[in-house]
């Protein structure tokens, strides 16, 4: 079921982004026995960067958007840790969202929704996770959302 | 030695929460063999959610009181994952707890610490978890605190 | 390979601080089979806590000094997990590290950068680790990082 995700992408008209390698003394992903921990992917597109603070600059609508590229990046890091092989892939376990807005803000669900629904429109079932949505104080470089995810290799 | 957590949370006036159902394309829980992921919980109560930042429209007590209820969501979690039977439930693991503060604030232990206590009051040893407790920048809904958890079940 | 942990931190002429016993009804790390769950080490030194908001009171420089404290701190706990033994420990799983920061700044990485570079000067390739790297609204008793972990022992 979860062998045609790249069709299932190409349905959806998504294309992942490269996974990207962090540029420090860290990885993007670790896998401990059926577990992978996938460092947190920040909110960029093409154009580069999708940075401000929701609240603000940015809608709790673009702040989805924002969330929907960093789910885009977990999953090319997870089909990186698979090898390309979708069949070793089992499901999302767990997200933890950042979200970079003003201290008022309260609609942190609206806002990593983006990459939750992202996920299960791609995974189906398999795309259900736990998750925590809070606001950071700030973001590196001050991007819109981060998200770390755990997910079950099979 | 857990068995019997229902008794002891009537010995202590207590009684848990209705295990929410989240309102999105995410789980409360997933479990990967014993390990079970519990979605953030924020703070609520009979009267509705607890919101405010500590520091301001909040004293710690009262963020330690919200801090509580928090933990009483992540054990109705819990108990809805174990079917019902804590015999199946082993220990906490890991609490990451989320406090809506003012930048100035300094007590996110103190806060954290009504969760915390809460745990090994009722569960004894098997509540005793490792934790991080820090400040987010704004929360759900301006709640108060928001706590998720990691669990080992038998 | 990570049994002369000792004598490369000797090398490097850098010494662990005690671990720390938590002060509250949280222990320092809860192991689970072999993954070692460390609780949130805040920055301190010989001299105290290391504290101040990164972008105002602390240059990130700074900000990358008091979150290789935090390294030390959790090669402290891990070294108490594994008896003394470094022979039990296998390798970094995750880091997760907040900086304690205004809302304008976005050198996240560059403070956490600070432990990422400890635990590989340290560990080498053990020491690689996924993570990730944001700012809390605030932190307790107002110092600049706290970073948790999750290790994979032997």
Redesign the interface.
């Known amino acids: 079921m979860t062998t045609d995700i790249d069709a299932r992408l190409e349905e959806l008209g998504l294309t992942l982004p490269e996974a990207m390698a962090p540029v420090?003394?860290?990885?993007?992903?670790?896998q401990?026995?059926?577990?992978l921990?996938?460092?947190?992917q920040i909110s960029k597109d093409d154009s580069g960067p999708i940075e401000g603070?929701v609240g603000a600059e940015l809608s709790p609508e673009q702040g989805a958007e924002a969330a929907k590229n960093c789910g885009l990046a977990l999953l090319a890091q997870v089909k990186a840790a698979c090898g390309g092989d979708w069949s070793k892939f089992k499901?999302?376990?767990?997200?933890?969202g950042?979200?970079?807005?003003?201290?008022?803000?309260?609609?942190?669900?609206v806002v990593i929704?983006g990459c939750?629904?992202l996920?299960?429109e791609v995974l189906g079932d398999a795309?259900?996770?736990?998750?925590?949505?809070?606001?950071?104080?700030?973001?590196?470089?001050?991007v819109a959302v981060?998200i770390?995810g755990?997910f079950?290799l099979a």
Request: proline letters at 7%.
């Open positions: 420090a003394n860290y990885v993007p992903f670790v401990v026995g059926n577990m921990f996938v460092s947190g603070k499901r999302v376990v767990k997200l933890t950042f979200v970079n807005s003003t201290p008022e803000f309260g609609g942190q669900p929704n939750s629904d996920l299960v795309g259900r996770h736990s998750r925590s949505a809070v606001s950071a104080g700030a973001l590196p470089g001050n981060e770390e755990i079950e």
